[in-house]
């Protein structure tokens, strides 16, 4: 049977996740909080396999019910962030029929196509990672996705780190010609969620507001200023789910790219991870051959999985125009 959510299944899907994903495993807390609590759950969008009375798969649909950016709903769009089953019960159609409720409940709301993973504001994964998971690489394509980009995630160890001479040599040549590099005060916040906001990712913008506003300490941000401190770019590490380890978001206005204060941003902030005990720093999404991907690379950093993002359309429910 597939049903919707119901309350008191949850602790029972971050199980049958665990077991159905062992590399990529989740606890409840965590579940809760990523997709229960999540501004745009609705119940009824997440479905659920019954098997003699047992959870034994899951698939989830999302619309936006709250606009990341003004009023923006992207009422065409809607998203399956994640899908399992256990093992135990796999080779039966399991998932098919999972992901083909997932998609008529979000083609039954109107929605013309629909992404796998790329889901903000929360995503466990950013998209999918074919080589762990090559039975989904097989099903998601058979039931109509198609690749749109690639997105990598890096890796780089902290252990024994400390800021290069040439990059030390930066910092002192742009801090005698005006340039400056520190932490946020609080009004400068509003400038840089501003900036995050309008010249980067509205969803940066948020994260870092909520990520304050939950108590993370602003020495986790490192910005960049110009002579008249107006503030050209930043770097920080912490912000999603507090974990140190985890850098970004990460950014440079455009007209001061190539001046190497995105090199000096990204430096600063490994040396505030390590002094506070970081041994490596990841994040999980950037293009391999954006510019960060390459400085990330130049950085020491190293690709550690490679996700696809995936679209399929959705044809217009039965009884509608």
């Known amino acids: 049977m597939i049903r919707s959510f119901e309350v008191g299944d949850g602790p029972a899907l971050a199980a049958v996740w665990t077991a159905a994903a062992p590399a990529d495993p989740i606890g409840y807390p965590r579940f809760r909080d990523l997709f229960l609590l999540d501004r745009n759950f609705d119940a009824a969008g997440l479905k659920v396999a019954i098997v003699d009375n047992q959870i034994v798969g899951a698939a989830y649909a999302v619309r936006r019910l709250i606009a990341v950016d003004a009023d923006e709903l992207e009422p065409a769009s809607g998203w ?73 995630a890096m890796d780089r160890s902290l252990v024994g780190y400390e800021i290069p001479a040439d990059v030390g040599k930066r910092i002192e040549t742009l801090t005698a010609e005006g ?96 002094a506070l005990g970081a041994h490596s720093a990841w994040f999980l999404w950037t293009g391999e051959k954006s510019p960060a991907g390459q400085l990330y690379l130049k950085t020491g950093f190293s690709i550690t999985r490679t996700f696809t993002i995936l679209r399929a359309p959705l044809a217009p429910a039965e009884g509608t125009d």
Do not use: C
């Open 80 to 152: 399956i962030p994640f899908f399992f089953v256990h093992p135990d019960h796999r080779g039966r159609g399991l998932g098919r029929e999972l992901l083909t409720a997932a998609m008529d409940w979000l083609r039954d709301h109107g929605r013309s196509e629909v992404f796998f993973s790329s889901y903000t504001p929360n995503y466990f994964l950013p998209g999918l990672d074919a080589e762990r998971y090559p039975a989904a690489g097989r099903l998601l394509p058979a039931l109509g996705f198609e690749r749109q980009y690639d997105a990598v």
């Open 179 to 274: 340039y400056s590099f520190g932490t946020p005060n609080g009004d400068e916040l509003t400038s840089l969620i501003s900036i995050a906001g309008g010249e980067f990712n509205p969803d940066w913008a948020r994260a870092i507001r909520e990520a304050v506003v939950a108590g993370m300490p602003l020495d986790r941000i490192v910005v960049a200023r110009d002579p008249g401190r107006g503030i050209l770019g930043w770097a920080m590490h912490g912000t999603y789910e507090s974990v140190i380890d985890r850098f970004g978001p990460f950014g440079v206005l455009p007209a001061s790219r190539g001046t190497g204060l995105g090199k000096v941003l990204l430096h600063l902030t490994l040396e505030r991870m390590v």
